[in-house]
């Protein structure tokens, strides 16, 4: 079992910066591939980035976002940098074993969400 706590939404401005944090419990947290998703009103959850040995990312974020882990600390972050106001969502942190990354069912466990509020 594995237990994520979200942390770091805010209300920023457009081209400003944000880091997220996810902690995860448990002490098999390397072995997880960890991803952040997001889901804006009336939309479906949407992949944004992953890190297992090799990190990926949505074409949106591509540029402006970075995800990195610290197994020492059982945490995954992502830093958003330049962001827009079609980033407004709220953001959760996934940890799964299957070999896939970007798809919500790949993933076990999931985060309870932290909004993220970009204004014009």
């Known amino acids: 079992q594995v237990q994520l706590v979200e942390s770091g939404g805010a209300l920023v401005q457009a081209g400003g910066s944000l880091r997220l944090s996810c902690a995860a419990s448990?002490?098999?947290?390397?072995?997880?591939?960890m991803g952040w998703f997001r889901q804006a009103p009336g939309k479906e959850r949407e992949f944004v980035a992953a890190?297992?040995?090799?990190?990926d990312y949505a074409d949106s974020v591509k540029g402006r976002f970075t995800i990195s882990r610290d197994n020492a600390k059982n945490t995954v972050y992502l830093q958003m940098n330049s962001l827009k106001p079609e980033d407004t969502a709220v953001y959760y942190c996934?940890?799964?074993?299957?070999?896939?990354?970007?798809?919500?069912?790949?993933?076990?466990?999931w985060g309870q969400g932290t909004q993220v509020t970009v204004s014009s």
């Open positions: 890190i297992r040995g090799y990190v």
């Open positions: 996934a940890a799964g074993l299957r070999v896939g990354l970007r798809r919500v069912n790949e993933y076990d466990y």
């Open positions: 448990g002490r098999t947290f390397s072995s997880y591939a």
